[in-house]
């Protein structure tokens, strides 16, 4: 039999931007554009902790997670690693407390890459003046992602903590504690780790700060990146 039309079109949207010839890594491009510059994606949970520690013995920092397991070690060392999600969304808010996004309460084409759906009266706070995918970074190849650097920055200097890709956590997904707490580093066990930010293709709704997502931490998907924290 022959091979499903569809098999190497959905292979593709699941593919690293990132190809191993057998001797050296390079970076794809799309649509003739270089995607050197744009997040990392189609990364599982495992291979974010992997990467993180090997930055970790490239900077001569003890790694954050176990060599056998990859499961995090606690107290976390001073080696690179994944943000706690309360490290993320402290990042995210940039100082703004009580905003939806990074910059404010609104959102728009000009601030992030992802789908806007005002048409529809989904959200009164996207107010884009574009409606659906980024009209700049949608040319029709998936994945729709942008270079970093593409929008403004948060009051901390973070570029993209809302849109592009979600963002891999360090921590398991569960319930928040009803109490006061201060930098929490989640459940100590689960099924799912966090992901944060929202996507390329996603609503408003979830690029808020403060919205969660979960999946499992070996799924990878198209949508998905990473980004590395280290205590200084």
Partial sequence: MGQAPWTTEIDEWYRSQIIYSGSSFTVRTKGGRSMVNDPMLSVTWYGAVAYCNWRSQQLGKQPCYDSATLEPIYPLPNGVRLAT?????YAARGGL???RFPWGDTIT???ANYYSYWSGGHYSYDVSPTNGCHPTWN?????????AGSFPANGYGLYDMAGNVWEWCNDW??????????NPTGPTDGWSRVLRGGYWSTL???CRVAYRYYIRPGNRD???GFRVALDL
Avoid at 139 to 147: E, I
Avoid at 173 to 182: A, E, I, K, L, N
């Fill in 85 to 89: 999600e309360a490290e993320w969304e």
């Fill in 109 to 111: 084409h000009s601030h």
């Fill in 204 to 206: 408003a709704y979830y």
């Fill in 139 to 147: 040319d029709g190849v998936y994945p729709y992602t942008s270079p």
């Fill in 222 to 224: 198209y949508t998905i």
């Fill in 173 to 182: 997904y569960g319930s928040y504690s009803s109490g006061s707490q201060t």
């Fill in 97 to 99: 407390n009580g905003k």
